[in-house]
């Protein structure tokens, strides 16, 4: 079997949104597909801590809203970050609401398409909702947002930390938690990720190289300081023809590995036999070796 075939598959980025009573909230999620073209019918599938995936399963319709390459990190840090059963999500949020009462977002999304569950399978940790499309409306012509393309442009980069400093950093929003250690029963503050998904970075203070060049014939003298009576060997100035020069030593090349599910990076010169996802749990098999120019 060529497992490089699974390579072809995407994944994008959405809003699945529920009301229960009066209660509005969402979610992200990065699986929402079509299944069926006649009966019009899609598949979601949410975790099922997620206060979203409760609202439906009593409920029985949902909206999702698909989400562009301009959605802005704030977006992601209110549905994805935090939980509908401490925090009102809709508060700010420019909305609309369809025909079937539930909302869905008017800014940062492309398209909306509305559900009515047929059926729920349990995947142990996540339920997917099998449901007929009752309706459904575009929105513009913004390119769908993918989950790698999140990870390479939307979630920033986390600030490096100073030299020498031992750091933390949540590879779920990039969050930088500074310390020799992480506690184990740590969780992030902004998207609620245990240890597990942190990775150490420690700034190494960058050497620098000085070195001496004659202004009269480029020979070059490697040095932290040049001799008073120093002669060039080639063309027999002294010191004071001489310029000083300070270059940072290049730093080695780190290996990256990239996750072509949903574009973690590993890095590291291999990747572990046994190693797995932090993000999406796959294997190694979905690992791509990221080749230096």
């Given at each position: 079997m060529d497992n490089k075939a699974m390579y072809k598959l995407s994944y994008g980025l959405f809003v699945l949104f529920a009301r229960e009573g009066e209660k509005d909230n969402g979610c992200i999620i990065n699986t929402a597909t079509q299944v069926t073209d006649s009966p019009l019918r899609i598949a979601v599938t949410v975790i099922k801590n997620n206060l979203t995936h409760d609202m439906i399963h009593h409920t029985g319709v949902f909206n999702v809203s698909i989400l562009t390459?301009?959605?802005?990190?704030?977006?992601?840090?209110?549905?994805?970050?935090?939980s509908g059963r401490n925090a009102d999500k809709m508060e700010g949020t420019v909305f609309a609401r369809a025909d079937n009462g539930v909302a869905y977002l008017t800014e940062d999304s492309n398209a909306c398409i509305s559900g009515k569950v047929i059926s729920e399978t349990d995947l142990g940790t996540h339920t997917m909702f099998i449901a007929d499309v009752t309706d459904a409306v575009t929105l513009s012509e913004e390119p769908s947002t993918t989950y790698a393309y999140y990870q390479s442009h939307i979630k920033p980069?986390?600030?490096a930390p100073a030299a020498g400093k031992v750091s933390w950093v949540c590879n779920v929003c990039g969050y930088v938690y500074e310390g020799e250690e992480l506690p184990e029963d740590y969780v992030c503050p902004l998207c609620d990720h245990g240890p597990a998904f942190f990775d150490k970075v420690v700034e190494m203070p960058k050497e620098k190289k000085t070195s001496w060049v004659c202004t009269v014939c480029g020979y070059v003298y490697e040095g932290e300081e040049l001799p008073e009576d120093y002669i060039c060997p080639l063309c027999d100035h002294g010191a004071s023809y001489f310029e000083k020069i300070e270059q940072t030593v290049a730093e080695p090349e780190v290996t990256e590995w990239v996750c072509t599910v949903c574009g973690y990076v590993y890095e590291g010169d291999e990747l572990p036999e046994d190693y797995i996802c932090p993000l999406c749990d796959h294997g190694v098999a979905y690992f791509q070796k990221l080749e230096m120019d």
């Open positions: 390459e301009k959605t802005p990190f704030s977006l992601f840090q209110k549905f994805g970050f935090q980069a986390p600030k």
